[in-house]
């Protein structure tokens, strides 16, 4: 290896070859051109469905396969076929479509320095929209940052949502929170971190809670493929299979983390689906960018964990169509190619056509479609923007500041807080 | 009662009184904990309400944390508190700030209970007294008892409290009170008033100080093991010393603390944890800030050395007696 010293170390035996050290190294780098033929894709359809009841160790060659539904011509096909009416489909696809078009308008509402940062999930609606359509609307989910999908399928108001981007003095979670880390207890949304993977562990106890009170309703969980590798994954995969907890634990294998290719996680010696093994669970591989079978496999799962047979853990393989974040550009890593190639293509583009080919579409319905989900966009940010954008003095009351570190506000953060009131007479004096 | 069976007590009461009451940790159903605290509560209550978990303390944390969200108030065990650390992000980035972060939609009313403290010849892994890594941490509280009789009344109101709770229990006087000479024999608890403890409910106010031992000399502000070293000291060298036991320390009780020291007008503080950034020079700060004009002496602090907690030389790294006296001559001198 070139990058590696060739003097041997001194103190290394002459005789033994010298150990060397595998660095990983994506496939691609910018200026290369990209070629996918060694990504294993099986047709759509030939993955058989095991019944809900199926033990970890019968199914364990599935972690490896990769479950598709929709084939090259926009058929619904095989064992997994969720088997849904037109009209959920369409609903699906709006979702899906409505979720693109926010993320359209609030980056560049950032870009316009609206706000200080925003992610997309473009390439990744489905893994949300659709887990959120086969799950009850009651059950909680502990999403990770690029699961907008999951509160906008919940009816979750747009307004809400750019309020929350914006900091400004409508948002319910008083100006505290990085854009895109929303909160919604009545829409059984929980609040995301910012530390990777705390969530998993989280949903494993709700989980857990719900089992403990005889409830009937399941967790569910998201975290990228980047994030299985923090200490808390782990933890999470040994409590969900020690107390066959009703939950379901959702990897989202969009390929890149940040700038690390998903080799840096692991995926160069295993499927992350293959992580459900070792811990007995059962275990998903599933095509990320097929909206029926992200449909078929939560639904599957879901009904795993209500009838008290355990955990899943599936892997969604698919692929971040864009930069990490606002922050980020994604040309100075990887090949411009990548995103154009993905051999899975785009999750909302499938759906139109099989819904085409079901003669429920066309193209002229998802023009008017995607125009009308514009301006309903614009409209809420339109009418967010009342409320004021980051930074420019329509925040939230100063003193909200304090409130909410305890139940009570104990005497130090009495006296910080009038502090902050001489600050501001004196910075802002009326 | 000894402590422990008096936070037993606690336990076993707040397991009968609210059914969203649970404890977890490692080994502390079948068996009842290594210390033996939740000693009967599984037979007791049933295998849902308490319960072993695997080795995973980020774990157990981050589950408690689920476990609150849906409504229960989870009683975490950490075996010790050295290893509170592998599930301290899910305590200081989470726990400590979900009611903030959520604006109050979600809480997270968990209390941690973990032995602390030295004294025991438990080496470095079983000694340490992190409190000021909590203390740090907007959004926590740490409370730490001295006798049965507290530690069942500050355990019984931490449980109830809807914000996370760091429970200290001081290992060394779990079954009697320490008065750091070291080679005499320990008392029991059953000898000293604090072990008579109530059968039923009651609860201690988390945030109030308790004057151990009212004097004019100086202000002796201390918790857990070093309150009853301290007052064995003080007895010792005849010293008129009044002696508070902060009981918690956040929310902290600056009264009883501003009052005492603007009385004696001197202040020495003492724990077990290490020197630098240890929860004394807090104390010290706001003892500086608050009673400058009637301090009439430098305010001194004894604390453990600023080493990992040896094992072989447990008591010369211990603040005891001698460490202690001499803080006093010196606090004493004009
Ligand atoms: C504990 C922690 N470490 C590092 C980061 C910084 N960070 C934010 S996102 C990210 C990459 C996550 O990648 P992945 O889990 O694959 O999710 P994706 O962004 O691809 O959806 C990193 C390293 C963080 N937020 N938290």
């Known amino acids: 290896m070139a990058d590696q010293d060739d003097k041997p170390m001194a103190g290394a035996k002459p005789n033994l070859p010298p150990l060397s050290l595998h660095v990983p190294e994506p496939q691609f780098r910018p200026g290369d051109d990209v070629d996918y033929s060694n990504v294993d894709i099986p047709p759509a359809g030939k993955q058989p469905r095991p019944d809900i009841g199926a033990t970890p160790y019968d199914m364990r060659e599935m972690v490896y396969d990769l479950v598709r539904v929709l084939d090259d011509d926009g058929k619904a096909v095989g064992p997994w076929d969720p088997k849904l009416k037109p009209d959920v489909l369409i609903k699906m696809l709006e979702n899906m479509a409505l979720v693109r078009a926010f993320d359209e308008r609030l980056f560049r509402a950032q870009r316009q320095g609206k706000t200080s940062f925003y992610m997309k999930c473009r390439g990744e609606e489905a893994t949300s929209v659709c887990a959120a359509f086969a799950l009850a609307s009651d059950d909680m989910v502990f999403p990770s940052y690029r699961q907008q999908g999951v509160l906008i399928a919940r009816g979750y108001p747009l307004v809400e949502m750019v309020n929350q981007i914006y900091s400004n003095k409508g948002d319910k979670l008083k100006g505290r929170q990085l854009p895109i880390m929303y909160c919604s207890r009545e829409h059984s949304f929980f609040t995301i971190s910012g530390n990777l993977a705390t969530q998993y562990p989280q949903a494993v106890g709700w989980a857990m809670a719900s089992a403990i009170k005889g409830d009937t309703r399941i967790a569910a969980t998201w975290c990228g493929e980047g994030s299985t590798a923090e200490g808390d994954f782990h933890s999470a995969a040994t409590f969900a299979a020690v107390y066959n907890a009703p939950v379901i634990l959702n990897v989202i294998n969009n390929q890149w983390a940040i700038s690390s290719f998903s080799g840096f996680a692991g995926a160069e010696r295993t499927t992350f689906a293959a992580r459900a093994t070792g811990y007995g669970m059962a275990g998903l591989r599933v095509d990320g960018n097929d909206a029926l079978a992200v449909y078929a496999a939560t639904q599957w799962a879901a009904e795993r964990a209500r009838t008290n047979q355990g955990p899943t853990l599936i892997e969604y393989f698919t692929y971040r169509a864009e930069g990490h974040s606002t922050s980020d550009d994604p040309s100075a890593y990887r090949s411009a190619d990548e995103s154009k190639e993905w051999p899975l293509g785009d999750p909302i583009n499938r759906l139109k056509q099989h819904l085409i080919q079901l003669g429920e579409w066309d193209e002229d319905r998802h023009a008017a479609m995607d125009e009308r989900l514009a301006n309903d966009v614009k409209a809420a940010t339109k009418e967010a923007e009342k409320n004021g954008i980051l930074g420019h003095g329509l925040h939230q009351p100063f003193e909200t500041m304090f409130q909410d570190v305890f139940e009570e506000l104990p005497w130090h953060l009495k006296e910080q807080s009038e502090q902050a009131a001489r600050e501001r007479a004196k910075k802002w004096p009326e | ?334």
């Not at chain 2, 059968?199 to 000399?217: P, Q």
Request: proline share 7%.
């Open chain 2, 1 to 334: 009662m000894n402590m422990i069976e008096a936070i037993n007590s606690a336990l076993d009461i707040m397991l009968e009184r609210d059914p969203n009451v649970i404890l977890m940790g490692e080994d502390i159903g079948y068996f009842g904990g290594v210390f033996r605290c939740t000693a009967g509560l599984q037979e007791k209550h049933g295998k849902t309400r308490v319960f072993d978990t695997p080795i995973s303390e980020c774990g157990i944390i981050g589950a408690a944390v689920g476990m609150g969200a849906y409504g229960l108030r989870p009683v975490p065990e950490i075996q010790f508190a050295d290893y509170i650390y592998p599930g301290i992000d899910q305590l200081i980035s989470e726990a400590a700030r979900l009611r903030y972060r959520s604006a109050a939609e979600f809480i997270s009313p968990m209390t941690v209970r973990s032995p602390f403290g030295g004294g025991i010849f438990g080496g470095q892994t079983h000694s340490q007294s992190p409190e000021s890594l909590f203390t740090h941490v907007a959004g926590l509280k740490t409370v730490i008892p001295s006798t049965p009789y507290d530690a069942k009344g500050l355990l019984i109101a931490s449980i109830e409290d809807n914000d996370p709770v760091i429970f200290f229990e001081p290992k060394r006087i779990y079954n009697g009170p320490f008065d750091g000479f070291y080679d005499q024999p320990v008392q029991p608890w059953s000898k000293h008033p604090d072990s008579v403890v109530p059968e039923d409910y009651y609860r201690i106010d988390l945030g109030k100080a308790k004057i151990v031992r009212e004097g004019e000399a100086f202000t002796v502000l201390a918790y857990g093991t070093m309150v009853h070293v301290a007052k064995a000291v003080v007895e010792h060298h005849g010293v008129d010393a009044e002696i508070i036991d902060l009981r918690t320390l956040l929310p902290l009780d600056i009264e009883t603390i501003e009052e005492s020291v603007k009385k004696t007008g001197r202040c020495l503080i003492v724990h077990e944890a290490t020197r630098t950034s240890g929860f004394g020079a807090e104390l010290s700060a706001l003892v500086q800030e608050r009673c400058f004009y009637h301090l009439e002496a430098p305010i001194e602090r004894v604390t453990g050395f600023d080493t990992p907690y040896p094992h072989s030389l447990e008591w010369a790294y211990f603040p005891g007696p001698i460490r202690i006296g001499e803080a006093i001559e010196t606090l004493l001198k004009d």
